[in-house]
Every structure is written in C-alpha cells, then in structure tokens.
C-alpha cells in the first residue's frame, strides 16, 4: 500500500511524504473501526511459526536427543551389567555413579567455561554459531563412544546367541563404563547452551511457548521415548530368540544378556 501526506492544502504544495504499509494480521476487526479483534489465540499459527524456526526447531530436537540417552542408559544400565557382565547390585550402582553422576557433573561444570569464558556466550549471532559448532562437535565425539558401547554390546548378544551362556571380558566392561562417562560429560556440557539459544530464537512474543513446547518435545521424544523403545526392542529380541531356536534350552542368563546387550 502507498499513502501519501501532506502539510496544508495539497494544490499549494508538491512536497510529498510516502510510506509503504504492509499488514501483519487481522488486528482490526470489520465490526467497529477501531476496536481489537480479541478472538482466541492463534495457538496453530504459533505452533507453525515456531517449526519453521530451524534454530528452534534443530535445538529443541538436539535437546530432546540428549534426554533420549541419558534416560535410555539410565533404564538400560543396571540389567544390562548385570546380566551382561555378571556384576552384583553394588558394583553395579556404583559403576553408574561413577560414569553417569561424576561423568555429568564434570560435564555440567566444564560447560560454562567453554561457552561463556572461552567462547564468549551466545547473545550475538557470531557467537551463536561458534557455540552450536563446538556443540556438534561434542556431538560427534559423543557420536564416537557411541557407537564403540554399541559394538561391545552387539558384539557380547551376538556371543551369547551363539555359545548359550554368559562370557564375561572384563576389559569390554571397562570400555563401557569409560565411553558412557564421556558421553554424559558431553552430552551435559552442552545441554544449558542449547537451552539458552533455543530460548532466545523464539524472540520475546513467543518465549513462554517456545520454552513450554521445548519441555513437551523433551518429555515426549527424550524421557518417555528413552526407556519405551529400548524396553521394547529388548522384549522383542528375546521372543524372537526363543521362536526361532524352539529346541535350544536356553541359558536365562545368556538370553537375558542378549536382551539388554541389543
């Protein structure tokens, strides 16, 4: 639109302001000029602004991957040492401790002096991208110890499928136990600068919904998800093993072992 003003009487004067207008929404209503279309809110247009937003969007997932691991491995450890590797209760629970509790601690306490002190924060958009690039790359070295926890275990199932008992290697446990502390100091030294950036990119209008959308995608796809489907792909494998090997008489260890280790 072009509107166009002048000061006195437009035939007296050729000096012209104009001013382009573009609308933002139906803020007026047709009713009565000049009164506020106060009608319920636009919850899906919200919801469609902020999925657009890739910066909230990718963050809000990124956050929700890191509750997926640390309440899958939480939910997974102790039947998975135990039947795995033979450990008793105590053992076991300090192991978890030592490489979840401590692991996350250093990690949560390592954080702000990357981000904030050597980095330098998020608030301008520079920092923003330094700081999601030093997160994803603490994402793929979480990547890494990942995938070597995933072949010791696939490797130890795969074991006690085959023999039909437990065969413990210490040193796999080891592994383990180092690999899941790193991951958990990782994964908790980037969790506060993916919150604070995830918050400011929903800008001031929408950070309340932002930040309540972020708690929903969290709980749904990271604490509830963490321990359904692991639990269910484990519940799966044991079936499957007995149905396809009827005749075996079955070690319940070795099968209870299979489970937790896939």
């Given at each position: 639109?072009?509107?166009?003003?002048?000061?006195?009487?437009?035939?007296?004067?050729?000096?012209?302001?104009q001013?382009?207008?573009?609308?933002?929404?139906?803020?007026?209503?047709?009713?009565?000029?000049?009164?506020?279309?106060?009608?319920?809110?636009?919850?899906?247009?919200?919801?469609?602004?902020?999925?657009?937003n890739?910066?909230?969007?990718?963050?809000?997932?990124?956050?929700?991957?890191?509750?997926?691991?640390?309440?899958?491995?939480?939910?997974?450890?102790?039947?998975?040492?135990?039947?795995?590797?033979?450990?008793?209760?105590?053992?076991s629970?300090?192991f978890?401790?030592?490489?979840?509790?401590?692991?996350?601690?250093?990690?949560?306490?390592?954080?702000?002096?990357?981000?904030?002190?050597?980095?330098?924060?998020?608030?301008?958009?520079?920092?923003?991208?330094?700081?999601?690039?030093?997160?994803?790359?603490?994402?793929?070295?979480?990547?890494?110890?990942?995938?070597?926890?995933?072949?010791?275990?696939?490797?130890?199932?795969?074991?006690?499928?085959?023999?039909?008992?437990?065969?413990?290697?210490?040193?796999?446990?080891?592994?383990?136990?180092?690999?899941?502390?790193?991951?958990?100091?990782?994964?908790?030294?980037?969790?506060?600068?993916?919150?604070?950036?995830?918050?400011?990119?929903?800008?001031?209008?929408?950070?309340?919904?932002?930040?309540?959308?972020?708690?929903?995608?969290?709980?749904?796809?990271?604490?509830?998800?963490?321990?359904?489907?692991?639990?269910?792909?484990?519940?799966?494998?044991?079936?499957?093993?007995?149905?396809?090997?009827?005749?075996?008489?079955?070690?319940?260890q070795?099968?209870?072992?299979?489970?937790?280790?896939?």
């Open positions: 639109y072009k509107v166009r003003f002048t000061k006195g009487s437009p035939q007296k004067s050729d000096e012209w302001a001013f382009r207008l573009h609308p933002i929404g139906p803020s007026i209503s047709l009713g009565s000029v000049g009164s506020v279309d106060k009608t319920k809110p636009r919850i899906r247009g919200n919801l469609a602004a902020l999925v657009a890739r910066l909230w969007l990718w963050t809000a997932l990124a956050i929700s991957m890191s509750c997926f691991v640390t309440s899958g491995v939480a939910f997974l450890w102790q039947n998975t040492v135990h039947n795995v590797w033979g450990v008793g209760n105590s053992w629970y300090g978890f401790l030592l490489s979840t509790g401590v692991g996350g601690l250093i990690g949560v306490a390592l954080g702000p002096k990357v981000f904030d002190g050597k980095l330098g924060g998020f608030k301008s958009l520079k920092g923003q991208q330094l700081c999601l690039l030093w997160c994803e790359r603490a994402m793929w070295a979480a990547a890494v110890c990942s995938s070597v926890c995933a072949f010791f275990l696939a490797e130890a199932a795969i074991r006690m499928v085959r023999y039909n008992q437990a065969l413990i290697i210490d040193w796999h446990l080891a592994t383990l136990i180092a690999c899941v502390f790193a991951v958990f100091s990782l994964v908790n030294s980037i969790q506060g600068t993916l919150y604070g950036i995830n918050t400011m990119s929903a800008g001031p209008e929408m950070q309340a919904y932002a930040a309540g959308l972020t708690v929903a995608f969290q709980n749904v796809f990271g604490y509830a998800s963490g321990p359904l489907l692991p639990g269910c792909f484990a519940q799966m494998v044991g079936y499957t093993v007995k149905d396809l090997w009827p005749e075996v008489d079955w070690d319940r070795a099968v209870r072992g299979a489970k937790f280790a896939s």
